[in-house]
């Protein structure tokens, strides 16, 4: 069935889907006014189960939910070309993941805690490779350095943001 959006600040919104007790319930389609849609699992009114969600900007997640939000195995595709694919933990990155950078094509691959990239691998786009610890998307402390062009690697760390290989 086809039902008129339930929430009362947006009332152009629609919602087509199965619905148990005045709730949406099973699987169905909601379409924002705004241009975005979700399509997937609900329970108790909530985004749950399996499900995608498109933005108005052209973002889009496609994965597993718990209780409206991204919880479990998930892709969230960017409007600017950078593209997360792995673990969520109640709508944020948690776990392991990469996230791939459009930008400058290099990729945060390891793991993640609280939305934030704690410790793993950055990818450059030549293929050479940082692999320790991160802290707010920066190398910190201790870690090897893997060169693509000659194959050499290089233990050091990061002392105040510079790079201190061992000789």
Do not use: C
């Not at 909530?46 to 998930?74: M, R, T």
């Not at 939305?115 to 090897?144: A, H, M, R």
């Amino acid at each position: 069935m086809t039902y008129p959006g339930l929430d009362p600040d947006s009332p152009k919104d629609v919602y087509e889907g199965e619905m148990v007790a005045g709730k949406r319930e099973g699987t169905g389609k909601y379409t924002f006014a705004n241009g975005g849609s979700y399509e997937g699992g609900y329970s108790d009114n909530q985004k749950s189960g399996d499900g995608v969600i498109e933005f108005p900007d052209g973002s889009k997640y496609s994965g597993d939910w718990a209780e409206d939000k991204y919880h479990g195995l998930g892709t969230f595709n960017y409007a600017g070309g950078d593209i997360y694919e792995g673990e969520w933990n109640a709508g944020e990155k948690q776990g392991e993941g990469k996230y791939f950078f459009q930008s400058n094509g290099s990729t945060f691959e390891g793991k993640w805690v609280e939305g934030k990239f704690v410790q793993g691998k950055w990818i450059l786009k030549d293929g050479s490779t940082f692999e320790g610890g991160f802290e707010e998307g920066v190398p910190v402390g201790v870690g090897v350095y893997t060169f693509v062009g000659n194959g050499l690697s290089q233990r050091g760390q990061f002392v105040d943001g510079i790079w201190k290989g061992e000789a």
